[in-house]
């Protein structure tokens, strides 16, 4: 039986404004958001002075704390997602791949029992990054483990992850492409551009086919040229595509991403993390995908000077947005949480603090360092 749980006086980050209220959770969902709720035998955690929003999701991370989600191992998952709320996560997609079909689906189907069965943060469902994306564009990813785009590859994945792939990035210029987003898109799962060549033209025909996201915008992409616009320029302008920012500060300088979101606006832009499992570590060298990376300052990157992912955790993320968007904290939440909610597939219940709701919370002190973090109506993280 889940506790009863009441968030006493927190200042809760409302579209409308700040807003002074007390949570009620019951069985893990909101029950109630009033003034003075009366609630006898709950536990209640003492909120004044801070500042209540819902929890962060993320859907583009890999791993962090040490464990990595390139893994036939679940309790990597589980490790994770115990260590994640301290950086005010509450639910994630694990964004994996594997070097091969045949590994791809074993870890696929290793880790789907993990979707929604871990305690802490929740498992969303599976982003699948490649291997369905372009040589060119391949980032951190080995050459070797990209595939061309097949649908009985996709179909086996879909099967071994028990439905539970919810976003998938490719490069739509790719032969075989275009029926593959179909396939994706009537499994239910969301068809997204990323390491990609893809002319305007190319994106154009990828939108029409069904893509409705974009992975790491402006990151492993062709750059933009003033008469190829290419991805990045497609994917702007493109209303019926949301669209992944890195705000490390890393991956993209602030003032392209403040263009970005200029255009995006804040129903479309979903931050997201590109974490590896380095994240949130003192160590200053691991490796990923086979290779040694070196982790200076929030930058992880391989010998050549290849970025590989952030190191910086969500609640940086959390805090670069508003700094580096110029965005109110109400807005921040919708960057962080909502928006990813609908990406993840959870936008009925997760991204927002509403009775009904899974009571997914974060609690920020004055510096919006994350003090306490509750999942599904339990705290599973109490810095104060
Ligand atoms: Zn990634």
């Given amino acids: 039986m889940l506790e009863r749980l009441l968030i006493r006086s927190g200042v809760l980050a409302l579209p409308s404004g700040p807003h002074r209220a007390d949570v009620l959770c019951e069985g893990g969902r909101v029950v109630a958001i009033g003034r003075d709720i009366d609630a006898p035998g709950a536990r209640v955690v003492d909120a004044s002075g801070m500042t209540v929003g819902p929890g962060l999701i993320d859907v583009h991370v890999h791993g962090g704390g040490g464990h990595s989600f390139f893994t036939q191992d679940r309790s990597r998952i589980e490790a994770y997602a115990a260590w994640a709320p301290r950086n005010g996560v509450t639910s994630f997609l694990v964004s994996t791949v594997g070097n091969g079909p045949d590994e791809t689906e074993a870890i696929l189907e290793a880790l789907a029992p993990a979707v929604g069965h871990t305690s802490g943060a929740e498992v969303l469902g599976f982003h699948l990054e490649g291997p369905f994306i372009n040589p060119v564009r391949h980032g951190a990813f080995p050459p070797g483990m990209l595939r061309a785009p097949s649908l009985e590859e996709w179909e086996r994945f879909d099967a071994a992850a028990g439905g539970n792939i919810r976003q998938v990035t490719l490069a739509p210029e790719l032969p075989g492409a275009l029926p593959l987003i179909h396939a994706i898109d009537r499994a239910g799962g969301i068809p997204a551009m990323g390491h990609t060549d893809a002319t305007t033209a190319e994106c154009a025909a990828g939108f029409e086919a069904g893509i409705r996201h974009v992975t790491h915008l402006f990151n492993a992409m062709r750059p933009i040229h003033q008469r190829e616009g290419g991805p990045i320029v497609a ?150």
């Fill in 235 to 384: 994917a702007l302008l493109e209303d019926r595509a949301t669209c992944e920012l890195i705000c490390d500060g890393t991956h993209v300088d602030p003032a392209p991403l403040r263009m970005a979101y200029r255009v995006l606006g804040p129903s479309r832009t979903v931050v997201v993390t590109d974490n590896l499992h380095l994240a949130g570590m003192e160590a200053t060298s691991g490796r990923f995908a086979g290779e040694e990376v070196t982790v200076t300052g929030a930058k992880a990157a391989k010998a050549d000077g290849t970025i590989v992912g952030s190191v910086a955790t969500m609640d940086t993320h959390f805090r670069n947005t508003l700094e580096f968007l110029g965005v109110d904290l109400a807005t921040a939440f919708r960057l962080c949480s909502t928006n990813p909610a609908g990406v993840a597939g959870a936008a009925g219940r997760k991204g927002q603090i509403e009775p009904g709701f899974d009571a997914d919370m974060v609690l920020l002190d004055g510096e919006l360092r994350v003090r306490l973090t509750v999942c599904r109506g339990e705290v599973v993280f109490d810095g104060r």
